[in-house]
Structures are given as C-alpha cells and as structure tokens.
C-alpha cells in the first residue's frame, strides 16, 4: 500500500508544474486525495483536497486560482497542477490519502526561483 509522488523539479517564477501521485495497493477511488506541502523550516500545509469521485475540490488560499487538482481513478492517479508559480511555493510537496491522512507519499520536491 503506498503513494508515490513524481513531477517535481525547478522552474522560473511564473512557470509550470504538473505533479502526479501514483497509488498502488489499495482501491484508490474508494478514497479522498489530499495534497500538502511543506516549505523550508516551516510546518505542513495543506493545499488542496479533492473528492473521491473527483466531483468537488478544495484549495487553500495561497493557491486558489493557481492549481486545478484532478484524479484518474482508472489509473489510481492523483494530479497536482501548478501554474503561475512563486518563489513562496517552494516547498516538499506530499500527496495524502483520506480524511484521516492515513497513508502518504515520500514526496516531490518544487523549487521556484530564477
């Protein structure tokens, strides 16, 4: 059972990432997905959610209007992605699974800065 984070890498401010969670070993449509980050010398913070069914979504303000999360349950994908990026998006960022955070990725590493 595992989650498996890819996509990351550096790019310019302004650019774009599309972050991709790979789940394996468990019915992955039967879940919510989460995505969270964490910068730095800072906390975790939570990005965005989205439903089981991939019917509503969820975003935390520092993104909204920024990053569109979807998922691909026939390919038990989870997708992240990031446009309009700032150097204050740096961070680990991590895919989640559930309501409770029960299972998560080793995360994929974004670097915004010119």
């Known amino acids: 059972v595992r989650l498996v984070e890819s996509g990351g890498g550096l790019v310019q401010p302004g650019g774009s990432l599309r972050l991709s969670c790979a789940a394996s070993?468990?019915?992955?449509?039967?879940?919510?997905a989460r995505w969270v980050r964490q910068a730095p010398g800072k906390g975790l913070e939570w990005v965005s959610t989205?439903?089981?069914?991939?019917?509503?979504?969820y975003y935390s303000d520092a993104v909204k209007g920024r990053v569109t999360v979807s998922r691909d349950n026939a390919k038990n994908t989870l997708y992240l992605q990031m446009n309009s990026l700032k150097p204050d998006d740096t961070a680990l960022y991590y895919c989640?699974?559930?309501?409770?955070?029960?299972?998560w990725g080793q995360g994929t590493q974004v670097t915004v800065s010119s």
């Open positions: 989205i439903t089981s069914d991939g019917r509503s979504t």
């Open positions: 989640a699974r559930g309501g409770n955070f029960d299972l």
């Open positions: 070993e468990f019915t992955f449509s039967n879940y919510y």
